[in-house]
């Protein structure tokens, strides 16, 4: 399934009209029908222009004689307040004036305003309707919202692959967001065949018009290798290309190769600067990995603390990575007030999201009674889980479950890997 951004669709915009004298033929029109063409070229050129005012002099009288195209532009206007006073169901009623005369960008956007319920009441079979038909007639923007609608299931039977359909045609018509889309459904295998190096060729046709995710999703694949040829230069700038624009993702990864060294010269502090850039945006790699310097004091000044609120932040989104390093500070009191109840809930959080060293940390805690009750069936519950996950340390901690407890706390376990993120 297409993630939606936002669910919003795409409407047509007004196009940045040129003088049309050169290429009507008057000499085929009527007195009347040439001076209403006339009127219609100076109106679209004003509002080219931004000479609001002056375009709805000359839109407004011939979209209320029925002229489709100034009906369409004028309900522009009322939608973004342009030259009046924003006005959705005014725009409602000109698009759909225009629609019904066949103008496909009115049809496009009628859809979009059924879609979102702006101006009007929301309907997906509206929306449907009226994107379909804007498409058959070749309306590009309608190609995209045509696969958005199918890919949820809105309108129309849900289909993955009728979505890649018609995100393709719309792909085909320089649609940024429909490249991205494109080459995500390569990646990941949805509604196509997977496919590394088309993923890899849609990324970079978006990306290199200035899609900020896609370049970051380029730069994953030339990592990793994946329908490229690995190269960390290559990752290290498609990643600096997409982090300057802002997106997360890039910029956490882009961190990455600065701390280890790969494609760019190791820099721990450019690591940081990074890390912060995406942990800043709520990115959970970032968070993590900002947290995980400042624990280790890589590039900054070893601070518990600031650790702490970073894997906090990222525990909250469900990391069990950075669950179970806040269930470490917890027990162990560091950065934080030692609270073992705390620290065993955390790890509850992580072991159920079935990660191994959460379940061997929370089997332990209920071994020793440790902020639970001690019940050594469900540490041996607990371990068993781990085992299963292939964690060695988890045979050993079975073979102990019977033998006098040691005096001493056992150190929690935990890790120390940057993370590096490639899902969309």
Request: with cysteine; aromatic share 10%; proline share 4%.
């Amino acid at each position: 399934m297409l993630p939606m951004l936002g669910k919003i669709p795409r409407k047509t915009m007004i196009k940045q009209w040129v003088l049309l004298l050169a290429v009507l033929c008057w000499a085929g029109l009527g007195a009347g029908a040439a001076l209403a063409a006339r009127e219609l070229d100076h109106g679209l050129v004003a509002l080219a222009e931004k000479h609001y005012d002056k375009a709805l002099k000359q839109l407004q009288p011939l979209a209320d004689q029925g002229d489709p195209v100034a009906q369409f532009h004028l309900a522009w206007m009322y939608e973004h307040g342009q030259g009046v006073k924003k006005d959705l169901r005014a725009a409602f009623v000109w698009y759909q004036k225009a629609a019904l005369q066949g103008n496909a960008d009115a049809m496009n956007n009628l859809g979009a305003l059924y879609h979102t319920g702006e101006g009007t009441k929301q309907s997906f079979k509206l929306a449907a309707h009226w994107y379909q038909k804007a498409a058959e007639l070749g309306q590009p923007q309608a190609f995209f919202n045509m696969a958005m609608m199918i890919s949820e299931g809105q309108g129309f039977r849900q289909s993955a692959k009728v979505a890649a359909q018609w995100l393709d045609r719309a792909a085909r018509t320089d649609n940024l967001e429909a490249q991205y889309r494109l080459g995500l459904m390569y990646e990941q295998g949805d509604g196509v065949a997977q496919n590394f190096e088309t993923a890899a060729q849609w990324y970079e046709a978006a990306a290199t018009r200035g899609h900020a995710r896609a370049s970051a999703n380029l730069g994953a694949l030339y990592q990793m290798g994946r329908g490229l040829t690995r190269s960390y230069a290559e990752a290290a700038k498609w990643y600096a290309i997409g982090a300057d624009k802002g997106d997360p993702m890039a910029q956490n990864n882009l961190g990455a190769l600065y701390q280890q060294g790969r494609g760019v010269e190791k820099d721990q502090a450019q690591a940081v600067e990074w890390f912060r850039k995406s942990a800043e945006q709520h990115f959970l790699g970032g968070e993590y990995n900002l947290g995980l310097v400042y624990y280790q004091g890589r590039g900054v000044e070893k601070d518990p603390r600031e650790a702490f609120k970073w894997f906090e932040r990222a525990a909250n989104q469900g990391d069990p990575v950075a669950q179970n390093n806040v269930a470490i500070q917890y027990q162990k009191g560091v950065g934080v007030t030692k609270n073992l109840k705390k620290a065993a809930e955390w790890y509850r959080k992580a072991a159920e999201q079935n990660y191994g060293l959460a379940q061997i940390n929370l089997g332990t805690m209920y071994r020793r009674g440790l902020g639970v009750p001690r019940d050594l069936e469900k540490s041996a519950y607990w371990y068993r889980k781990a085992e299963a996950n292939g964690m060695p340390q988890a045979k050993q901690a079975l073979e102990m479950l019977n033998q006098p407890m040691p005096p001493e706390e056992e150190t929690p376990q935990g890790e120390d890997t940057p993370v590096e993120e490639s899902a969309p």
